[in-house]
């Protein structure tokens, strides 16, 4: 298959792009380095080294013989995008290219703004270039599972029914986003739905939840194909981060009372999880909703299992109950149903204490690389 990742510089997009291109599929990144840019913006870093993306596509050539395509641009440009897509006419387009960070989108109302133009813009740019060019491709588009928030109800994939005044329909989940970054998926949700019908394009709309682990068996091959590992307090996520502050030496940074749940997705199985809605497209007209994670976690347990893996490895930490800087539910119930994707084949790498061992152990290995300033999470929602 024709497969254009847009996003395929990033911490998903990367492992993604090998993952395919070593199952055969042609594939080219769409990306505009933002994300390099952010870390510069910022003063943070990967804390593993990664390779400037023109070496990381000739090392992947000089390993298979296989070429991946690269095209550097914006997706806020839409003679780029459809200059791109009129070239490599994608059969299935994987939308990873946004802001991602809801920290970062709540700095101010600068970055609030740039994270909803450029995800917002970028979205629409790239369903207007599949009616125009591609109309019969297939958007496999990157959602989050903030966008349902934290109901107090089971949280259905996509959509509900509802019976009410006498009357039933089946309509999308309602939505609670909790962050403007996650409210900027929202918006995409509803702009690819509306695309469905009205110019019968097809979409798969995946609700991912918080990603861990950071190396797939590709990138693993060589140290020029290393995937990035974000720890820093604007773009670290929950577990990843945990590991590199028990390597430091650092508390655990529990927000609040930590009975925050949230789903949990291995970036082994994510890239599966592209794959797996390639292999299945929406039908012409649909936006296919799957819930794309395979636990559940609240970040206290999280913690507590990186204490315990730490302690194994002679990293003696503590937990840290810090004031929380988002507003947010620190208890609540959480049901999320995630059958769709195991029903078409997904057999989910669950958390092990090996995936936090090794997560541990490269956060030591590269302990010297951690910019201490950057681990705390200094964002405030208010
Ligand atoms: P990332 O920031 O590492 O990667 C995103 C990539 O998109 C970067 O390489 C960036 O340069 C590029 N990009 C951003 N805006 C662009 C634009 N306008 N034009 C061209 N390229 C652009 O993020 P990630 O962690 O790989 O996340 C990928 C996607 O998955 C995002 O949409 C994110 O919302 C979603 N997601 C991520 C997680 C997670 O835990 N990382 C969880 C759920 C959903
Ligand atoms: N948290 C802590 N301590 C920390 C960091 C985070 O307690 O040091 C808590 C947060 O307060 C939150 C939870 O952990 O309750 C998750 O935060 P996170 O930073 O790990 O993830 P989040 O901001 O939700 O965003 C990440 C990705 C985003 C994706 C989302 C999936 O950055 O792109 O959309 O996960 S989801 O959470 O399902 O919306």
């Known amino acids: 298959m024709r497969i254009l990742i847009l996003g395929g510089d990033g911490f998903c997009g990367w492992p993604t792009t090998l993952y395919l291109a070593e199952r055969g599929h042609e594939v080219a990144i769409v990306d505009n380095l933002a994300r390099r840019a952010w870390d510069v913006e ?104 903030g966008e349902y928030g934290t109901p107090n109800i089971d949280i259905e994939e996509g959509y509900i029914e ?3 005044n006498g009357r039933k329909d089946t309509l999308p989940f309602p939505k609670l986003p909790g962050s403007f970054y996650h409210a900027s998926k929202v918006h995409d949700s509803t702009n690819m739905h509306l695309a469905g019908r009205i110019w019968g394009l097809r979409s798969t709309d ?8 950071v190396q797939s068996d590709e990138t693993n091959r060589d140290q020029r194909l290393w995937n990035r590992y974000d720890y820093d307090g604007v773009f670290g996520t929950a577990l990843n981060r945990f590991c590199s502050q028990a390597a430091l ?38 936006m296919r909703v799957y819930n794309q994670f395979t636990e559940q976690w609240s970040v206290q347990q999280l913690a507590d299992r990186v204490q315990t893996v730490a302690s194994t490895l002679g990293m003696e930490t503590t937990i840290d109950h810090v004031a929380n800087p988002r507003v947010e539910k620190e208890e609540h119930y959480y049901n999320a149903k995630h059958t769709r994707l195991v029903e078409l084949g997904l057999q ?29 999470a200094k964002v405030q929602w208010k």
Not at 127 to 132: C, I, R, T, V
Not at 259 to 286: H, K, M, W, Y
Request: aromatic share 6%; with cysteine.
């Open 42 to 145: 910022l003063g943070a870093n990967s804390l593993v080294p990664i390779a400037p993306i023109h070496e990381r596509v000739a090392t992947w050539h000089d390993l298979t013989g296989q070429s991946i395509g690269l095209h550097l641009g914006d997706l806020q440009d839409y003679a780029f995008v459809a200059q791109v897509f009129s070239t490599f006419k994608p059969e299935a387009i994987v939308h990873y290219a946004e802001q991602r960070s809801a920290p970062y989108s709540m700095i101010d109302r600068q970055h609030a703004v740039f994270t909803q133009v450029n995800n917002v813009v970028g979205t629409l740019n790239v369903l207007y270039a599949m009616k125009d060019v591609v109309p019969d491709a297939h958007l496999i588009k990157l959602g989050t599972m």
């Open 162 to 164: 509802i019976d009410h």
């Open 206 to 213: 995946l609700h991912q939840g918080v990603v861990y682990n």
């Open 249 to 286: 030496g650092h508390p655990l940074t529990v927000h609040g009372a930590g009975g925050q749940t949230r789903g949990f997705i291995d970036i082994r199985d994510t890239v599966r999880c592209i794959e797996l809605a390639a292999l299945n497209p929406a039908e012409r007209g649909e």
């Open 348 to 376: 989910p790498h669950l958390l092990t204490d090996d995936t936090i061992r090794d997560l541990l152990v490269a956060a030591r290995d590269y302990r010297d690389r951690i910019i201490t300033d950057q681990i705390a």
